[in-house]
C-alpha cells in the first residue's frame, strides 16, 4: 500500500506543478491530493495539524490567484474584458505558441479585450500589463507554493521505501 501511495503523490504533485503554470489544471489542490495520499501511509509522516495549515494554505492560494490578476487589471484601470481576455489569451497562447504563449497571450488577450471594451490604445495597454503582473504574480505563488509541496513529497516519499 505504501508504494501505491507514493506513486500516488508523486503523479499527483507533478500534475499539481503543471498547474501552477496552466490555469486550467488546479496545481494548489492537486499538490495538496499529494500529501493527502502520503498522510494515509503508516505511520503517517504529517500531524493533523500538519494538514489542516496546508488544507488552508491550500484554500488561500487559490483564491488569491482567481484574485489577483483581476485586482492587478483593475489597479491599472482595466474592466472584465480585460480579465476575461487574459484568461483567453492565456489559454490560446499556450497552445498556439509555447512557451512563449504563457507570458505574452494574458497580455495580447487583456489588450484585445478592453480594446473590444472600448478603451483606447493606451488604456488597454495598461490594464494589459496589470492583467500580466497579476498572472504573474498568481503563477509565482503557485510555483512556490507546489515547489514546497513537491519537497515534502519527495523527502516523506523516499523515507518510506
Do not use: C, R
Amino acid at each position: 500500500m505504501e508504494i501505491f501511495l507514493s506513486v500516488i503523490a508523486i503523479i499527483l504533485v507533478l500534475i499539481g506543478f503543471t498547474g501552477a503554470i496552466l490555469p486550467i489544471i488546479p496545481g494548489p489542490i492537486i499538490s495538496y491530493l499529494a500529501l493527502l495520499s502520503l498522510f494515509f501511509l503508516n505511520p503517517s509522516p504529517f500531524t493533523n495539524h500538519f494538514m489542516i495549515t496546508w488544507g488552508i494554505l491550500t484554500i488561500v492560494i487559490t483564491a488569491f490567484d482567481q484574485i489577483i490578476p483581476a485586482l492587478g487589471t483593475k489597479k491599472m484601470g482595466g474592466s472584465k474584458f480585460g480579465v476575461n481576455g487574459s484568461i483567453i489569451g492565456l489559454i490560446l497562447g499556450i497552445f498556439l505558441f509555447p512557451p512563449l504563449g504563457i507570458i505574452i497571450g494574458p497580455f495580447v488577450g487583456a489588450l484585445i479585450g478592453e480594446l473590444i471594451g472600448g478603451k483606447d490604445f493606451n488604456n488597454a495597454t495598461k490594464a494589459g500589463i496589470g492583467s500580466f503582473l497579476g498572472f504573474l504574480a498568481g503563477t509565482i505563488l503557485k510555483l512556490i507554493f507546489s515547489f514546497v509541496v513537491f519537497y515534502y513529497v519527495i523527502i516523506n516519499t523516499a523515507w518510506h521505501l
